[in-house]
């Protein structure tokens, strides 16, 4: 199978053979072959020497890595690929005895060498979403490996790219089941909890897995406690923490949508956990943006969790997300009662870890409140970040002893 070929400038080889899994079109000394977008290309040195294999783009990003070695890139070799990072999920998500996980990240992108990728699988659905149009393309090859992947284990391949991928192109493509078909909403277990999972119309592809660690994290303090969760989406923090005791929990979203799916996942542990959970009227959704609820509300809480959506897509966005996050940790702040718990996250790629870290105490110097970190947060392991790419990540959290 002959590819088209990318040629580099001489000394534009040395992120490629530290294993970057991007090509800037700076980098590009010459194209054989005529492409389109998508296409899958080779790359190679000044000298002819190969290097990787991915798919070209006509932007910024001229190529996507997702081969270091000559492949021919069928189904046979992404079937190959699937089953070494399914292995690899199946030995970092230990199982625990009654507490089952049925959902994760099967594929992170660059993290597991598929640049443009993500597969997220919910107890025998695999929903695909592609970030770059040679992904897209690629649809097809990659369902049909997800099937000798999974065998019957696998119910459906539901594709949701049209918001993922470049908007032109984005035209094209609709949301929909590539094999099989599953009626949503769909359970799911995580840790042992129940949960809702809607990837139709759901945000991002259903659910926020990148937070189970920190789920988990949440119940460890949340016996006996009032806990705040803003930004709640679809419960997860409201349900690990009213199955770990808390005495009350307040689940707060601007989405009267988010707060209806937060009610029914409450309800589905009620009814299944009742001896854990209690007593439903331990919680309460509501539906306000939040911070005028926190601005609005002067009652205290044992527990805070701020996790909001990503406030820079952009570089250029960034000053402005972070006096977002500062006046948001600041109403937090104020929230969170004397040796009380601030959970406070940011998923905005463009605010790095040490910009966030600084963002908080400056919150908390306004605030006028002692803070000590107790947890330095991340995403968890089936949402892998390659060394060479640390751009992928990109949760970055904080537990903080509020006095």
Not at 54 to 63: F, L, N
Not at 212 to 226: F, I, P, S, V
Not at 253 to 281: F, W
Not at 312 to 320: D, E, G, L, P, Y
């Given at each position: 199978?002959?590819?088209?070929?990318?040629?580099?400038?001489?000394?534009?080889?040395?992120?490629?053979?530290?294993?970057?899994?991007?090509?800037?079109?700076?980098?590009?000394?010459?194209?054989?072959?005529?492409?389109?977008?998508?296409?899958?290309?080779?790359?190679?040195?000044?000298?002819?020497?190969?290097?990787?294999?991915?798919?070209?783009?006509?932007?910024?990003?001229?190529?996507?890595?997702?081969?270091?070695?000559?492949?021919?890139?069928?189904?046979?070799?992404?079937?190959?690929?699937?089953?070494?990072?399914?292995?690899?999920?199946?030995?970092?998500?230990?199982?625990?005895?009654?507490?089952?996980?049925?959902?994760?990240?099967?594929?992170?992108?660059?993290?597991d060498g598929c640049s443009g990728l993500i597969i997220d699988y919910y107890n025998?659905?695999?929903?695909?979403?592609?970030?770059?149009?040679?992904?897209?393309?690629?649809?097809?090859?990659?369902?049909?490996?997800?099937?000798?992947?999974?065998?019957?284990?696998?119910?459906?391949?539901?594709?949701?790219?049209?918001?993922?991928?470049?908007?032109?192109?984005?035209?094209?493509?609709?949301?929909?089941?590539?094999?099989?078909?599953?009626?949503?909403?769909?359970?799911?277990?995580?840790?042992?909890?129940?949960?809702?999972?809607?990837?139709?119309?759901?945000?991002?592809?259903?659910?926020?897995?990148?937070?189970?660690?920190?789920?988990?994290?949440?119940?460890?303090?949340?016996?006996?406690?009032?806990?705040?969760?803003?930004?709640?989406?679809?419960?997860?923090?409201?349900?690990?923490?009213?199955?770990?005791?808390?005495?009350?929990?307040?689940?707060?979203?601007?989405?009267?949508?988010?707060?209806?799916?937060?009610?029914?996942?409450?309800?589905?542990?009620?009814?299944?956990?009742?001896?854990?959970?209690?007593?439903?009227?331990?919680?309460?959704?509501?539906?306000?943006?939040?911070?005028?609820?926190?601005?609005?509300?002067?009652?205290?809480?044992?527990?805070?969790?701020?996790?909001?959506?990503?406030?820079?897509?952009?570089?250029?966005?960034?000053?402005?997300?972070?006096?977002?996050?500062?006046?948001?940790?600041?109403?937090?702040?104020?929230?969170?009662?004397?040796?009380?718990?601030?959970?406070?996250?940011?998923?905005?790629?463009?605010?790095?870890?040490?910009?966030?870290?600084?963002?908080?105490?400056?919150?908390?110097?306004?605030?006028?409140?002692?803070?000590?970190?107790?947890?330095?947060?991340?995403?968890?392991?089936?949402?892998p970040v390659s060394l060479f790419h640390p751009e992928g990540g990109y949760l970055?959290?904080?537990?903080?002893?509020?006095?």
């Amino acid at each position: 199978m002959q590819l088209p070929k990318i040629f580099l400038q001489a000394g534009r080889d040395e992120a490629l053979r530290r294993y970057h899994p991007w090509v800037f079109s700076g980098a590009v000394s010459r194209y054989e072959g005529h492409l389109i977008d998508g296409d899958v290309v080779e790359v190679y040195d000044k000298k002819g020497n190969y290097l990787a294999t991915g798919h070209y783009h006509d932007g910024s990003i001229a190529v996507r890595v997702f081969s270091f070695e000559q492949i021919v890139p069928d189904v046979q070799y992404w079937t190959g690929k699937l089953t070494k990072i399914r292995q690899f999920r199946e030995a970092i998500i230990a199982p625990v005895p009654g507490r089952p996980t049925d959902c994760y990240r099967l594929v992170h992108g660059e993290g597991d060498g598929c640049s443009g990728l993500i597969i997220d699988y919910y107890n025998g659905v695999a929903v695909f979403q592609a970030h770059s149009i040679g992904m897209h393309r690629e649809r097809h090859l990659i369902a049909e490996a997800l099937q000798n992947v999974y065998g019957k284990e696998l119910l459906a391949v539901y594709d949701k790219s049209h918001e993922t991928v470049p908007d032109l192109y984005g035209q094209t493509v609709t949301n929909g089941y590539l094999i099989g078909s599953v009626e949503t909403p769909h359970e799911v277990h995580e840790n042992g909890q129940s949960f809702w999972v809607d990837w139709v119309t759901g945000q991002k592809t259903g659910f926020f897995l990148d937070q189970r660690d920190n789920r988990q994290l949440l119940a460890r303090y949340a016996q006996g406690k009032r806990v705040l969760n803003a930004f709640c989406y679809s419960g997860g923090f409201s349900v690990y923490a009213l199955g770990a005791g808390a005495t009350l929990v307040h689940s707060v979203d601007v989405s009267q949508k988010a707060i209806d799916l937060t009610n029914r996942n409450i309800a589905l542990n009620v009814g299944k956990q009742s001896d854990l959970y209690g007593p439903a009227e331990r919680h309460e959704a509501i539906s306000e943006d939040v911070m005028t609820y926190l601005k609005a509300h002067s009652g205290e809480y044992d527990i805070v969790v701020l996790d909001p959506p990503a406030y820079a897509k952009n570089i250029s966005a960034r000053h402005r997300a972070v006096q977002g996050y500062k006046r948001l940790n600041i109403e937090g702040f104020k929230r969170v009662a004397k040796g009380g718990i601030l959970f406070t996250f940011s998923c905005s790629q463009v605010v790095d870890r040490e910009l966030f870290y600084n963002t908080v105490v400056a919150a908390a110097i306004e605030a006028g409140r002692q803070v000590r970190v107790l947890h330095h947060l991340s995403q968890p392991a089936d949402h892998p970040v390659s060394l060479f790419h640390p751009e992928g990540g990109y949760l970055k959290g904080l537990v903080l002893w509020v006095e």
